[in-house]
């Protein structure tokens, strides 16, 4: 422990909700901390919540008819450019990471929102009332979603190098699932001392993730990040460069040795954020632990649900794995 802390006592957090049950949306305290400190975790946090967080996005739209994004169509009062723009305004949940394309058609006169999305049961839309298009009476509209899942920004002009196609209109996309943070300083006192810190941060999200999973998300990808400052070349290679396949094929009487000699972190799997928080509350850190688990036991796991167990079935036969009594 720090020597200031063991003076001053450990940090406290507390978590309020802007809004009561609403918990996308939550104000967090933690103090008091060492002078500096508040800053310092204030800023390394804020970034990796806004750059780092794994979401999903609409990549791009294809629409009936449309050569390009300045199209405009009979009967349709938005250009394919308006269309664009209202694409990167809806808010998706997607499970699993392989792309998909999704279907939006109607006939008017009507008014398509995002509910009119004909999505796979790996989507969820999280704002159906979200006005997309509107059509007049006796035009009709029938375009192509590309749904992906993502980390931070990506241009249209990269994604467009790789494939560029007529017809084809890619979106700038915000895969980040945090909308809004914002963070300040205040001054705390324990005693007769000061001059010490408490971080306020303001968390916002789409809704895909809570507020609370965001920042514990954040700390934790962080966390495994400073490890390599206090880890040696060899144990550092050992955890992540590790031999997936040799690792899964423990015997019974080496698994407390097995995990002292390796110890890959699973945040490396990619996992969605819900999936991750609950092996990780659930004591499961790295890949040798979860390799020996059961799906029963994973189902008994807080927030585990049917989808969890599928991403981590399909996660780990990328990489030659499996669970225990499959």
Do not use: W
Request: hydrophobic share 35%; glycine share 6%.
């Amino acid at each position: 422990m720090h020597i200031i802390q063991e003076e001053i006592g450990l940090p406290k957090v507390t978590q309020v909700p802007v809004k009561k049950g609403d918990n996308t949306h939550i104000v967090f305290s933690v103090g008091p901390l060492p002078p500096g400190f508040g800053m310092t975790l204030g800023n390394a946090l804020r970034r990796v919540l806004l750059s780092s967080l794994p979401g999903t996005a609409i990549s791009s739209v294809r629409v009936a008819g449309a050569h390009h994004e300045y199209t405009t169509l009979k009967g349709v009062r938005e250009s394919v450019l308006d269309i664009s723009l209202n694409m990167k305004q809806v808010k998706l949940r997607k499970h699993h990471k392989d792309p998909e394309v999704a279907v939006l058609e109607g006939k008017g006169p009507k008014t398509l929102k995002a509910s009119d999305i004909k999505v796979s049961s790996d989507i969820e839309i999280l704002n159906p009332d979200l006005e997309l298009v509107h059509l007049e009476k006796g035009s009709s509209i029938k375009m192509e979603l590309t749904i992906e899942k993502g980390v931070g920004y990506q241009p249209a002009s990269e994604r467009n190098k790789k494939r560029n196609e007529p017809g084809l209109v890619h979106i700038d996309t915000i895969f980040s699932p945090v909308e809004r943070v914002r963070f300040e300083v205040e001054s705390a006192r324990v005693g007769e001392r000061t001059n010490l810190d408490r971080l306020i941060m303001d968390v916002s999200t789409n809704g895909s993730l809570t507020a609370d999973e965001a920042v514990r998300f954040s700390s934790q990808l962080l966390s495994h990040y400073f490890n390599f400052f206090s880890l040696d070349q060899e144990t550092v290679e050992k955890e992540f460069m590790a031999d997936f396949t040799r690792t899964s094929q423990v015997t019974p009487e080496t698994d407390r040795q097995a995990v002292k000699e390796s110890y890959t972190p699973i945040e490396i799997l990619n996992l969605s954020p819900r999936t991750l928080n609950s092996l990780i509350n659930a004591g499961v850190g790295s890949i040798e632990q979860l390799v020996k688990c059961n799906p029963a036991t994973l189902s008994n796991f807080r927030g585990f649900g049917t989808k969890a167990l599928d991403e981590v079935k399909q996660t780990l036969a990328t990489r030659g794995l499996k669970l225990i009594e499959e």
